[in-house]
């Protein structure tokens, strides 16, 4: 798989000057044009990528899904994530890419709480759709960035990573105004939700409900489909499953004689122990000490 290695790489093939920072750049896509070039049949870049786009088209592979984007988007891309592009169909538009290599996050607390951001994994048709308003903050931001990209000293990546910083949090902010926003779809999508669930513990179970079962069977990448739900229920889809779980569990302890084995197996569970640790976790009984308080 070609590699994109360094923001110098990714200029040049998009036909740009060098960047003036060797691990940032502020793009304008107004300004690119692809080079016919092999690698974006199939590639991975080196570092992350936050493109606001307006009036783009084209076709991009991102992980395992296809993506046409025709309106004013911020999508993310993670480092070391398989892309494609369709060249012959593509229009770059107009808008902004941020690019930044993982070092430059280097001994600083973005290094780490950049991965509490969960829509660097979310799939490409998950993108952010932004108001004029959001839109302008965002433009701003960038703006501060590409102007702090000519002041290579001392104070440099302090100022621009707490620019970043601020993008990404406003992100996080208009990322759950439009879980909130989209009442209808995800009205429907809460109950797709609870319907799978209900179905996999109405059934005998074959092995676990997992979170990734779940998204895909919803079209959702599970870093989507855990944040929406936290904004909507205030759990994630595995803090949800397991009370499920435990409500199910609860049931068939309070109403049938079936050992702590079989419905641990009814349940999905390889292993009793495995069900009674979390059992236990939850509740604060074992799952014998929960029956003994109905006898």
């Known amino acids: 798989m070609n590699a994109i290695n360094s923001t110098a790489e990714f200029h040049r093939l998009l036909s740009l000057a060098e960047p003036r920072h060797p691990l940032v750049s502020v793009i304008n896509l107004a300004e690119s044009v692809f080079l016919e070039d092999e690698i974006w049949k199939g590639f991975v870049n080196r570092f992350y990528c936050v493109a606001l786009k307006r009036d783009a088209k084209g076709k991009i592979r991102y992980g395992q899904q296809h993506y046409d984007y025709d309106k004013g988007v911020l999508s993310f891309t993670a480092p070391n994530q398989v892309q494609q592009l369709d060249l012959h169909n593509m229009e770059c538009g ?22 509490n951001y969960g829509f660097f994994d979310y799939a490409v048709n998950e993108a952010l759709h932004l108001s004029a308003t959001e839109e302008e903050d965002l433009i701003e931001i960038l703006h501060k960035i590409d102007r702090e ?54 059934g005998e179970a074959q092995g676990l409900l997992s979170v990734q079962y ?28 397991h009370e499920k779980l435990i409500e199910k569990a609860k049931e068939k302890l309070s109403t049938t ?34 029956r003994q308080t109905f006898n």
Request: glycine share 4%; with cysteine.
């Open 257 to 290: 004689n079936l050992s702590v084995g079989e419905i641990a197996y009814a349940l999905g569970f390889e292993h009793a122990q495995s069900f009674s640790t979390l059992f236990k976790k939850k509740t604060n009984l074992s799952p014998l000490e929960f």
């Open 214 to 241: 779940i998204a895909g069977q919803l079209n959702l990448s599970p870093n989507y489909l855990s944040d929406l739900l936290r904004v909507h229920t205030g759990q994630n889809t595995q803090q949800l499953i």
């Open 94 to 115: 107009s808008g902004y890419l941020l690019i930044f290599h993982p070092d430059f996050l280097l001994q600083h607390n973005l290094a780490n709480s950049i991965r």
């Open 149 to 202: 990209c000519s002041h290579i000293d001392k104070h440099t990546q302090e100022i621009i990573l707490t620019q970043i910083e601020s993008l990404l949090k406003y992100s996080d902010r208009f990322y759950e105004r439009q879980f909130l926003t989209r009442k209808n779809n995800n009205s429907a999508l809460l109950t797709r939700f609870e319907q799978l669930v209900d179905a996999h513990f109405k």
